[in-house]
Every structure is written in structure tokens, then in C-alpha cells.
């Protein structure tokens, strides 16, 4: 039997965040979901409200936060470039000075902390697939900086606090990872197809298709968080969670047309700046030191979150209807 605890999950009404939370309730911990709802919404986790072990409080972490906890994970943070672009100066706060709360934090109470990091750490690489000791490729002044340098910045204060406090830190470098509960305006790839499809919509394809990424189901990436969570303490990271299985986005954007039986056409549309061309993790480190690796394929996780969308869009239109 695994010890109770007590842990700091920041951007738990989010995307990933909702099925941390979950995941650990079920393991029986107490959860403390932190939030801003910027881009988290309530109804992802109203369904965690009934459990007694389980609370949320709206509070922004660019601002201190005192609580009492074993754990935290520190997920806190827009990650949809169009939600990320929209309040730059914001977005580098978060990472920042909400970095720097948290791990002011962790440091009072004696907690571990955890940091969701992420690929946009190497920029657009030169190296393929990337592995945790490549230094990046970023553009410190681009519209994508606010989000990748606020994030390289973060892992310079976790490494810092741990080597200053003797912090107990993980970080792990995220990458693209996709689900049900994104939100049909979220703006990146997976769910802008898959409504697009579904609405039988123009596909939006940027540039010419040709740039890749590797997609990682929601299910098998918070297996890996906390896995890294639960390894001792040598176990820093940075280390890759991700799927390295790699498609262009026009091979995705042809495989959601037949999982969905859409009649869509693709639309192309301009790149934007800074796009990083190619994208796939080298997992090697996160098997050797987690037993990790993604389990769910492509096909299965996206047939899953286009049920997902394809409920929500209905009951959208019962309602418009109603
Ligand atoms: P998301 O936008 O769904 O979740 C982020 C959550 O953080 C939201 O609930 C938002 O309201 C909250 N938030 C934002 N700023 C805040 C602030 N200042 N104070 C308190 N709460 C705040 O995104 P996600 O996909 O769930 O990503 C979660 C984390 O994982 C982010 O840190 C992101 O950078 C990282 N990550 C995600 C991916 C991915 O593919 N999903 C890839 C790499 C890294
Ligand atoms: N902090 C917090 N909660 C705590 C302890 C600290 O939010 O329980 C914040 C506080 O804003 C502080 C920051 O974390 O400025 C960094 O804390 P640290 O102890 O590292 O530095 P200092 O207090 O000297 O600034
Ligand atoms: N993309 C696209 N059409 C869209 C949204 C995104 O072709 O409607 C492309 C985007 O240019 C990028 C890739 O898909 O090359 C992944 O974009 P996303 O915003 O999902 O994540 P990130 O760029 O942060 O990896």
C-alpha cells in the first residue's frame, strides 16, 4: 500500500492537468487543483468535485501560494500557441515567476517538484530525433519566444534551486501530446482537424504540409509524469515524454479524414513564423530510467478523441437547437 499524499497540481483544469488530477485521486492522494481558468475550464474537472480528497482553488501563480504539500506538478502554463501568443508578457510570467513561486514553495514546505517542460526547448532542431542533451535551436525574439524561453527559463531556475537548495526536482520535456478534453478552439493541430472534419470544414494545413510532429495519447504521457514523479531522487531529468512515431501534418490531416468519413477538402495555409520543421523524442533515457514508452497508437487514440469531439459538437447543436 502506497503512502497518502498531499499534492499542488497548477493548471489542473487544463488539458493534461484534468487527467493528472484524476489519476492521482484515484491513486488515493489528496489533490489540490490551482488554476486561473485562462485556458482550463471547470467542467474538466466537476466531475473530481464529489471526491472528499479533492479541491480547487482559483489563484493565478505568477502571484506566492502558501499550502502544505508533499508534491507538486507544475503544469501551469497556456501551451496552444494561439492562447499562448495572445498575453506574451503573461505567458513568460508564468513560466517565471510562477517557477519561482512554486519552487519558493516546494523549497518552505520540503516538497518534491516537477516541472511539465517541453519540446519547444530545442527550438527548430538540427538534430533528429532530439535527445536531452542538445542545447536547442530558439529564437530568443520571435512571437514563439515568450512560451520556449520562458520555459528554458524555468528549467534554469529548477536546476538552479537544485543545485543552490538541493531541491528535490523532475523535469520532463513534453511533447506533442493530444486527447479528449482539448477545446475546439485550443488552435493546435489535433483538434483543429478533427473539428474541421467533423464539420466537414476546410482542413487548414500551414505551409505545405511537409514539417512533422510526434503525437503522444494523453493516457500514456501522464503514466510517464508520474512515473518521473515516483523515481528517487537522483532522477532529475530533463527527460522526453512523448510518442516517437512521426507524421507530417499532411499525413495527419489525410488520416483524420478517414477516421472521421469527412467529406473535407485541405486548405493551405501560410506557415507561421518560427514553425519548427520536424519533431520526434528520443525516448531512450525515459526507458531506462522510467520502464516508459507510449502504448497507444495513433489510430486508436485519435478514433477516441474524435468520439469525444463528435460529442461535444452534437451536444453543442441540441443545444443551439433546444
Ligand atoms: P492547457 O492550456 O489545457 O492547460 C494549462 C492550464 O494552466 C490551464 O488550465 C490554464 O488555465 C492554466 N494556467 C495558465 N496560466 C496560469 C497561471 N498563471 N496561473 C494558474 N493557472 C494557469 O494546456 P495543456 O496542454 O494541458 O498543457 C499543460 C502543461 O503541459 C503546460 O505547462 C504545457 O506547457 C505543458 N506541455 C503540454 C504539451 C501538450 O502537447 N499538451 C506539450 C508540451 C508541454
Ligand atoms: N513563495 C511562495 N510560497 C511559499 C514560499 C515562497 O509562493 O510558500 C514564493 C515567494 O514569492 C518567494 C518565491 O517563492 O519570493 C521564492 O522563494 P525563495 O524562498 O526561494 O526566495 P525569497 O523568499 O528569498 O524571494
Ligand atoms: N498546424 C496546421 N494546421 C493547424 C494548426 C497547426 O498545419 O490548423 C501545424 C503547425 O503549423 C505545426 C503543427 O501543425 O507545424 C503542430 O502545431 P501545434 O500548434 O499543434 O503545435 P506546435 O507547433 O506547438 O508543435
Known amino acids: ?11 489542473g483544469a487544463g488539458f493534461l492537468g484534468s487527467f493528472l488530477c484524476e489519476r492521482l485521486l484515484q491513486e488515493k492522494h489528496e489533490v489540490i487543483c490551482v488554476d486561473n481558468f485562462f485556458t482550463g475550464r471547470r467542467s474538466n474537472v466537476a466531475h473530481l468535485l464529489e471526491d472528499k480528497s479533492f479541491e480547487i482553488v482559483r489563484h ?14 507544475n503544469l501551469a502554463c497556456p501551451a496552444s500557441p494561439v492562447h499562448y501568443q495572445y498575453d506574451p508578457v503573461q505567458t513568460t510570467k508564468t513560466s517565471v515567476h510562477g517557477a519561482i513561486n512554486m519552487l519558493g514553495l516546494a523549497k518552505r514546505v520540503g516538497a ?6 517541453t519540446s519547444e526547448v530545442y ?15 530558439v529564437n530568443p525574439i520571435g512571437p514563439r519566444s515568450c512560451y520556449d524561453e520562458g520555459k528554458r527559463c ?6 538552479d534551486y537544485w543545485r ?14 493530444y486527447g479528449p478534453r482539448m477545446r475546439p478552439d485550443d488552435g493546435r493541430v489535433i483538434s483543429n482537424f478533427i473539428v474541421q472534419a467533423l464539420e466537414n470544414k476546410p482542413i ?47 499525413e495527419l490531416a489525410k488520416l483524420v479524414i478517414e477516421l472521421t468519413g469527412s467529406r473535407s477538402k485541405i486548405k493551405y495555409l501560410p506557415l507561421p513564423t518560427d514553425d519548427p520543421r520536424q519533431r520526434q523524442p528520443d525516448i531512450g533515457l525515459a526507458k531506462r530510467e522510467l520502464g516508459w514508452e507510449p502504448k497507444v497508437p495513433l489510430r486508436g487514440g485519435l478514433a477516441r478523441t474524435i468520439a469525444f469531439f463528435d460529442d461535444l459538437l452534437s451536444s453543442d447543436r441540441s443545444q443551439q437547437v433546444a
Not at 518534491?112 to 517542460?117: M, T, Y
Not at 538541493?166 to 520535456?173: D, E, N, S, T
Not at 501522464?222 to 515524454?241: A, K, S, W
Open 112 to 117: 518534491k517538484i516537477l516541472q511539465a517542460s
Open 123 to 137: 527550438g527548430d532542431p538540427e538534430i533528429h530525433p532530439q535527445r536531452e542533451g542538445y542545447w536547442g535551436r
Open 164 to 177: 543552490q537548495h538541493r531541491l528535490r526536482i523532475k523535469v520532463a520535456r513534453i511533447f506533442n501530446t
Open 60 to 73: 493565478d501563480i505568477t502571484f506566492p501560494l502558501y499550502v502544505e504539500v508533499d508534491e507538486i506538478y
Open 204 to 250: 487548414t494545413v500551414y505551409g505545405n504540409g511537409e514539417q512533422t510532429r510526434s503525437f503522444c495519447y494523453v493516457d500514456d504521457l501522464i503514466d510517464g509524469l508520474v512515473r518521473l514523479m515516483g523515481t528517487n531522487d537522483e532522477v532529475t531529468g530533463p527527460i522526453n515524454l512523448g510518442n516517437p512515431v512521426e507524421f507530417t501534418m499532411l
Open 1 to 11: 500500500m502506497q503512502q497518502t499524499k498531499r499534492i499542488l497540481v497548477t493548471g
Open 154 to 159: 524555468a528549467e534554469t531556475l529548477f536546476f
